[in-house]
């Protein structure tokens, strides 16, 4: 049972590269969701989707894309890594909309860092 | 946009004594829902709460909804070390389809 996986769990950038972070999830979930943890910032809200072929902003988008192009699968994307960018990121994914209060799966995070 | 704000942000405990993290809201909620974050890993759910004035326990924590719906608490009686870590409260917003958090209380216990 595998739930949500990240992949990669740990990556260093140099400023201005870029690179693509991998969320799956087998659980047949509509909603799937990335955040970004900070030191004293909680959990950010980046991008979500509502499905197959559907995204959207969250609290904080800028400076990343998202696709959707499977339904088990979450894509989040750094055309060119800032500083400022080095968090802790987690993708999360959810059964049905969070108003109807589900219980979201998280993956096990994805460490970036961006010298 | 809606935010849940949570308090405090750290607290110390010796063991055997019992701890609350707070979370409020300016707007009503439709559920709030709990996660702990254990050091260096991932949050897990605990418990949602929907209705106004709800109350849940589960073992040593008592999970409470405001009347009003606008407030929430987590209690832990008699700390333990394995209690540990980062507790965040969560509602819906974005139009009900995304979760957003509060920033987190972080737990230290000490025995």
């Known amino acids: 049972n595998a739930g949500v996986t990240q992949t990669p769990k740990f990556r260093v950038l140099k400023t201005g590269q870029s690179m693509t972070l991998l969320c799956a999830q087998d659980?047949?979930?509509?909603?799937m969701y990335w955040y970004r943890q900070d030191p004293g910032m909680g959990l950010r809200l980046i991008h979500y989707?509502?499905?197959?072929?559907?995204?959207a902003k969250g609290e904080v988008p800028d400076g990343y894309n998202v696709s959707r192009l499977k339904k088990q699968n979450f894509l989040l994307g750094l055309e060119s890594a800032a500083p400022s960018q080095t968090s802790v990121y987690f993708c999360?994914?959810?059964?049905?909309?969070?108003?109807?209060?589900?219980?979201?799966?998280f993956g096990q995070g994805t460490r970036l860092t961006v010298v | 946009g809606q935010q849940v704000m949570q308090i405090p942000q750290y607290q110390h405990v010796q063991e055997g004594e019992d701890f609350t993290t707070y979370c409020n809201s300016s707007?009503?909620?439709?559920?709030i829902q709990w996660y702990k974050q254990r050091p260096g890993g991932h949050p897990v759910f605990l418990i949602q709460?929907?209705?106004?004035?709800e109350v849940k326990k589960q073992k040593r924590l008592t999970f409470q909804f405001g009347e009003a719906k606008k407030n929430s608490s987590l209690h832990i009686t008699a700390t333990q070390t394995t209690d540990v870590g980062t507790y965040f409260c969560?509602?819906?917003?974005?139009?009900?389809?995304?979760?957003?958090f509060g920033k987190g209380t972080t737990l230290s216990v000490s025995s």
């Open positions: 969560a509602s819906s917003t974005w139009a009900g389809t995304a979760l957003i």
């Open positions: 659980m047949n979930h509509e909603y």
């Open positions: 989707s509502v499905g197959e072929g559907t995204t």
């Open positions: 999360a994914s959810n059964a049905r909309p969070a108003l109807w209060g589900t219980e979201a799966f």
């Open positions: 707007t009503t909620l439709s559920n």
């Open positions: 709460l929907v209705k106004s004035g």
